[in-house]
């Protein structure tokens, strides 16, 4: 990603979401993950997925159980079926009720370009392969994630096992075969803190290539805080002219200070903390978690967010602007879905959904008085995630500590969507039905203002030393 760091955010559906039948499990990006680490999960048996989802109401909302709103004139989703009219080859039923196929106002048959982002984190391993759609910016069509725990044992050995290796390839073949499958033309592949940290990291990447023939990027820290902006920009309260953006990961966590208005933001400063909830858990354990633990994990991370304060005094910013937290990780969805007491994980009722700082300690504290194997039986949690979850809690609430806000928007996208529509911005498909072959673009109704390129400007955040 370039060195710039301010965007435009016109499209009010623009980082469309994208939904999955019979969610069970937020994972850490809000997906849905049923197994242990390694074996299928209902992810990747329920596939095709095909769904626009247009972003949230962005307006402030007070109410901490208010839940996503369908902006006026987008389609409704309806999975599969629903989405059937914008798939390579579908047809289309004339009023005599015959059909025909898709075309383009030259005649030739109109397949638009795909998309593919994935993101192989410390823990989890992520796909999601999209089309340009003018109605919602782009429309998921296909999706994947598996847990696969890559920075297992990785802060006590510094490098990356053979057994978690493994784990990761078997799920990057399975991302190689979708790709393959659904056509894909453009794409970036991403790994993020596991990689980067591990002496075997660039030895790893080498393997995947040999064994999957994927070409993955290990980023560095600016280019996953400014990837995870991107992801969830569309989420910032217009009636606030800053926020705080978080993202928690599995092996570190990027903080972000934004100030925006109308469409657009800029990233005013960031800082990238060595400390995520894979690395926490091993450190802290996360089973058997007392509250006299839990203060020892919040403890830990707060001289991390303190140099970062020190140097940009964000506090009194955040009373000044009237400012909000946005939270993208799979602890604030995770947070979210035990407030709001869902049965099982639903994306449709998290994403953009609104906590206040008594729903989040409330939630910490049900947690904390949840023995173990109640964690794993959890909806919302899992087995799988179980041994996590405080971990994370503690770093949002380290958070919360260093910059009290009584408002956390919670965001169920990240890195993969900001990568999409950066991939598409470029190509200008952003937004559009396109027909990249006959040169045919047919512009949504998300459009850039008048004279602005859609890049950033000049201006470069500042970072935490």
């Known amino acids: 990603m370039a060195d710039t760091t301010s965007l435009k955010l016109c499209d009010p559906a623009g980082l469309a979401g994208w939904n ?33 989802i247009p972003v949230p109401d962005s307006g402030c909302q007070k109410s901490s159980r208010q839940t996503s709103s369908t902006v006026k004139g987008a389609p409704k989703t309806g999975g599969e079926r629903a989405d059937a009219s914008a798939r390579p080859g579908s047809k289309h039923r004339h009023k005599s009720g015959k059909s025909r196929k898709s075309r383009t106002h030259s005649g030739t048959s109109r397949r638009p370009r795909v998309y593919a982002a994935l993101d192989l984190g410390t823990n989890n391993c992520r796909l999601l392969v999209a089309n340009p759609n003018r109605h919602a910016g782009f429309r998921v069509i296909d999706a ?16 990356l096992s053979d057994d978690a290796e493994t784990r990761a390839i078997s799920a990057l073949k399975i991302c190689t075969d979708k790709m393959i499958r659904r056509g894909v033309e453009r794409s970036r592949l991403i790994a993020t803190e596991a990689c980067r940290s591990a002496r075997n990291g660039d030895a790893f990447i080498a393997r995947v290539k040999r064994e999957t023939g994927l070409k993955i990027e290990i980023i560095n820290r600016k280019t996953e805080a400014q990837l995870a902006v991107a992801g969830c920009a569309a989420l910032l309260c217009p009636e606030s002219q800053r926020a705080l953006v978080f993202d928690i990961g599995g092996g570190s966590s990027e903080i ?25 858990a091993e450190k802290f354990g996360g089973v058997q978690v007392t509250t006299a633990e839990f203060a020892r ?51 449709s009722r998290v994403d953009g959904c ?65 990568i999409l529509t950066t991939l598409m911005r470029q190509d200008e498909t952003f937004g559009m039905d396109c027909d990249h072959r006959s040169g045919n673009h047919r512009r949504g109704p998300f459009r850039r203002r008048a004279g602005h390129s859609g890049r950033s400007r000049n201006n470069k955040p500042k970072q935490s030393n």
């Open 144 to 159: 994947f994630s598996r847990i696969v725990r890559l920075g297992e044992g990785l802060s006590h050995t510094g490098c």
């Open 256 to 280: 972000m200070w934004l100030a925006h208005k109308g469409c657009d933001y800029e990233i005013l400063s960031w800082t990238s903390v060595p400390v995520g909830v894979v690395t926490l």
């Open 20 to 52: 999955v039948s019979r969610p069970i499990v937020a994972n850490e990006a809000g997906d849905v993950e049923t197994t242990a680490p390694g074996k299928p999960s209902q992810m990747e048996r329920h596939v095709p997925v095909s769904a626009d």
């Open 354 to 418: 609104w906590l206040s700082g008594e729903d989040v300690s409330a939630v910490n504290k049900r947690l904390l008085d949840m023995p173990f194997e109640a964690r794993k039986e959890y909806p919302c949690v899992g087995a799988d995630r179980a041994d996590l979850v405080l971990a994370g809690c503690a770093i949002l609430e380290a958070v919360r500590l260093q910059w009290p806000c009584e408002r956390v928007r919670v965001a169920d996208r990240g890195l993969r969507e900001g």
């Open 297 to 347: 994990m919040v403890d830990y991370v707060m001289p991390y967010l303190q140099k970062f304060e020190d140097e940009f005094q964000i506090s009194c910013e955040l009373k000044r602007h009237n400012a909000h937290m946005l939270g993208t990780s799979g602890t604030v969805t995770t947070i979210a879905g035990i407030h709001l007491d869902l049965p099982r994980y639903d994306r």
